[in-house]
């Protein structure tokens, strides 16, 4: 069973040899690998959609399995704040709360930053690019990342950081991997971003994409085509 894996480059390993696959996702399914594909984007996070499964079977959900999927529910949704939140995904949190689950403890979790990731929280303030279209990128460097004794994900709470500026429309994270190529973090308040990410042979929500590019030369195309993306956008309003 896979879950939350939108294509094969996002799971961790290859699917089993004649493995029955059951494809659990709420991205667009560009990439139907399961035998049994079960992909709804009208769902905020697999979280939900695990919930109404275990309703539809009639399985109790513990206290410990619902602090497990409302702790996906606030990720996903960046605490609620994602377009695809719905009153359907309030409803669901409110009955994962009715399990007396610590809320405000999964809440302070989910916002925990080592010291380790304060420092990177920093350099991505002081080093990233806002352009006058209000497109914010920055680069992280391998290098960064081993001074830090970070590993590569582990800036995934800091992705949705720039979008705090008023001034920033679109934001691009460019990781470097310890294979030398980088991944991209596509996010967006309002443009869609999610057309320029499938250019570079990635994908996923409008407003939150993915992708890997090879090198930095890539990097310079991707914000090009990106900060054309915005102006587009912005002179159709």
Not at 62 to 74: E, F, N, P, Q, S
Not at 87 to 106: C, E, F, M, P, Y
């Amino acid at each position: 069973m896979a879950v939350d894996c939108a294509n094969h480059e996002r799971l961790a390993g290859e699917l089993p040899t004649g493995a029955f696959v059951i494809k659990i996702d709420h991205h667009p399914n560009h990439d139907p690998y399961g035998q049994l594909n079960w992909v709804d984007e009208t769902y905020s996070s697999c979280s939900e959609m695990i919930y109404e499964l275990a309703q539809a079977g009639c399985f109790t959900v513990t206290a410990a399995v619902a602090t497990k999927l409302y702790a996906g529910i606030i990720g996903d949704t960046v605490r609620f704040s994602t377009p695809e939140t719905s009153t359907r995904t309030l409803k669901i949190a409110s009955a994962l709360a009715a399990t007396d689950i610590d809320i405000a403890t999964i809440s302070h979790h989910e916002m925990d930053l080592t010291p380790a990731l304060s420092k990177l929280y920093g350099y991505v303030l002081s080093e990233q690019t806002i352009e006058p279209s209000g497109l914010a990128h920055v680069v992280l460097p391998q290098r960064l990342f081993s001074d830090l004794s970070l590993e590569c994900g582990d800036e995934d709470a800091l992705v949705p950081l720039p979008g705090n500026l008023t001034t920033v429309k679109v934001w691009l994270f460019f990781i470097e991997t310890p294979q030398g190529q980088y991944r991209v973090h596509f996010r967006s308040k309002a443009i869609n971003v999610n057309a320029v990410a499938k250019a570079f042979n990635g994908g996923g929500h409008p407003l939150a994409s993915g992708a890997f590019v090879p090198d930095l030369a890539t990097v310079g195309q991707v914000i090009e085509q990106m900060q054309a993306q915005i102006l587009a956008a912005t002179a159709v309003d």
